[in-house]
């Protein structure tokens, strides 16, 4: 059973291009989630999504930033003209429903850079 | 929104002292997991706890849940260098969306 697959591993983008970001979750999976995270700092959340639908998403800036589930294929989050802040390490996790004691598998993430 | 803190923010310990890492929040706590992420690496999910008071073990870690489920906490004991890396707690809020704590990271010297 493959996990969360994420790619590419790292990307490198100039200040105002399109970054766009992949995540595969787990096969049985139905929920979705993307989280951010700065160097030395913690996860932060983005957006919860499952298949074809946002269900929060709280955590995302309100320009540039959007994210998709469609019913067939990866999730997508895509960030539009990006700026030097966008650098972090973007985080996409896949889980069952948690109140079974589930905890979420989480992807190798994707390393942005942004010059 | 709620925050959920943790500390120390960073803890350097002797190979074969204990360490542990405290999770405290404002709000009361709905289920708590926690997780470690090695350095460059990914954030693994480690446990969960339900009830009021619940103690886990896995091998050389304790895991507690207060009594008033506002805090929880994650004890290790004898550490190794391969317990290096950053623990965080997370609330799940009831529902599937986590809340993620500020973290503790471990550095074990030989």
């Known amino acids: 059973n493959a996990g969360v697959m994420q790619n590419p591993r790292h990307l490198v983008r100039r200040r105002g291009q399109e970054a766009r970001l992949r995540c595969s979750p787990v096969?049985?999976?139905?929920?979705v989630y993307w989280y951010r995270q700065l160097p030395e700092e913690g996860l932060k959340f983005m957006v919860y999504l499952q298949k074809e639908n946002i269900i929060d998403e709280s955590g995302m800036p309100k320009e540039r930033f959007s994210a998709e589930f469609p019913k067939e294929g990866p999730s997508i989050l895509r960030i539009q003209q990006v700026v030097r802040g966008d650098s972090a390490a973007y985080f996409c996790?896949?889980?069952?429903?948690?109140?079974?004691?589930?905890?979420?598998?989480f992807g190798s993430g994707t390393r942005l850079t942004v010059v | 929104g709620q925050q959920v803190m943790q500390i120390p923010q960073y803890q350097h310990v002797q190979e074969g002292e204990d360490f542990t890492t405290y999770c405290n929040s404002s709000?009361?706590?709905?289920?708590i997991q926690w997780y470690k992420q090695r350095p460059g690496g990914h954030p693994v999910f480690l446990i969960q706890l339900v009830k009021s008071g619940e103690v886990k073990k896995q091998k050389r870690l304790t895991f507690q849940f207060g009594e008033a489920k506002k805090n929880s906490s994650l004890h290790i004991t004898a550490t190794q260098t391969t317990d290096v890396g950053t623990y965080f707690c997370a609330d799940t809020g009831g529902g599937n969306k986590l809340t993620f704590g500020t973290g503790t990271q471990l550095k074990v010297e030989l």
């Open positions: 996790a896949s889980s069952r429903a948690l109140d079974r004691g589930y905890g979420y598998t």
């Open positions: 096969k049985g999976h139905s929920h």
């Open positions: 709000t009361t706590l709905s289920n």
